[in-house]
């Protein structure tokens, strides 16, 4: 790589991440950025005290790889997780702060600001986020995953609109329509699908209200995929045997890639409650696999479904309600959103990001530029 560009990766490496959409996106952006402008990059860096990041063992030719410094030729250094419980010289290194060097960031989304009583609960982690969002600040240029999440660093940080970029966000080509065979113990035909976390924004203790609210001779079984910590599984169990409605409940725990295509190939529909996201990766996965995908009415959502038909009041137990029993009962509509879904997950492609984020990159070099003349 004869690049001026360095990648930091750490986002693939967090244990915390495993699993998750930040994990994914890293690896699936990085790959991107080596097929599509791999003359522009000087290598990846990686952080040595953790575990080397999968995803390059599938990249041929090997990129550079790196664990301190570059050459001379090092100009902009690409932060990719900047919110990583790190020492903040791990993840923006201070070989990197030096005259010359441009930093950019990414930006899923600024929920600990938006919820700070769920996610800053401690003196450290207050201090922590805060001086990220002081990186964000300082960056040459933030690389948004959606329109909103730029509009939220202009609304909650006071960024300037010319310093930030919407590159979207892709979705790995293994998730495609096919033939579904989930292999699971215990799952139904026609059961209804969430994927993702448990935590308050996610709206999962209304999901299953609107759930457990419609009628049982038409009900579907509810399937959660995700890895939830204990009392997350606790807590959620004990709501569905309140509803009396825990025998219809079925939470898998975690799932790798192959299992979750599966699932999103086979189910009824797949919905997202969200009360905040800053993307919504699920629901383009699940509409890449051909899924009915039901989606809260919040502007990242809107922005990827904007079908008024398919979204609900995330606030509203009665809306989730109604959108699940249309599902159910009106075979007409479920057929529009499964043939819909191919038509809105299409121009979500991981090279439209990284044409995106290298077209930043000289945006930044011919700012710097101008600055130094």
């Not at 996610?202 to 959660?224: C, F, G, M, T, Y």
């Not at 190939?265 to 009360?275: D, L, V």
């Amino acid at each position: 790589m004869t690049g001026d560009v360095l990648l930091g990766v750490q986002g693939a490496q967090s244990a915390s991440n495993r699993g998750r959409g930040i994990e994914r996106y890293v690896a699936e952006h990085a790959a991107a950025l080596i097929t599509e402008g791999r003359s522009s990059l000087a290598g990846l860096h990686v952080d040595d005290q953790l575990p080397r990041p999968a995803f390059l063992d599938s990249l041929w030719p090997a990129p550079t790889i790196l664990s301190g410094p570059p050459g001379q030729g090092f100009r902009l250094y690409h932060a990719m997780s900047p919110f990583e419980e790190l020492p903040l010289d791990r993840v923006w290194p201070v070989w990197a702060r030096r005259r010359g060097v441009g930093l950019v960031v990414t930006l899923y989304d600024l929920i600990p600001l938006v919820y700070p009583n769920d996610y800053l609960v401690t003196p450290w982690l207050r201090t922590y986020y805060k001086a990220r969002l002081e990186m964000l600040r300082g960056a040459d240029a933030v690389l948004a995953i959606s329109a909103f999440a730029a509009e939220d660093a202009v609304r909650l940080l006071g960024l300037h609109p010319e310093r930030l970029v919407n590159i979207s966000a892709g979705c790995s080509a293994l998730f495609r329509p096919g033939p579904a065979e989930p292999a699971l113990p215990g799952l139904r035909e026609g059961f209804l699908l969430y994927v993702g976390g448990l935590d308050r924004r996610k709206n999962v203790d209304r999901l299953v209200e609107a759930w457990a609210s419609l009628p049982a001779a038409s009900r579907p079984q509810l399937v959660i995929a995700c890895r939830p910590e204990p009392f997350q599984a606790r807590d959620l169990r004990r709501l569905a045997a309140r509803l009396g409605v825990a025998g219809d409940l079925l939470l898998t725990g975690f799932v790798a890639d192959q299992l979750l295509i599966q699932l999103y190939r086979a189910c009824r529909a797949h919905i997202m409650p969200s009360e905040y996201e800053g993307f919504g990766l699920p629901a383009l996965e699940a509409m890449r696999c051909g899924a009915a995908t039901l989606v809260s009415d919040i502007a990242p959502l809107r922005e990827l479904i904007p079908d008024a038909e398919a979204r609900f009041d995330p606030g509203r137990v009665d809306d989730i309600a109604r959108v699940i029993r249309q599902a159910i009962e009106d075979t007409e509509y479920l057929a529009r959103r499964r043939a819909r879904a191919a038509e809105l997950a299409a121009p979500y492609t991981w090279a439209r990001v990284a044409q995106r984020t290298l077209a930043a990159y000289e945006a930044v070099r011919e700012t710097r530029s101008r600055k130094v003349s």
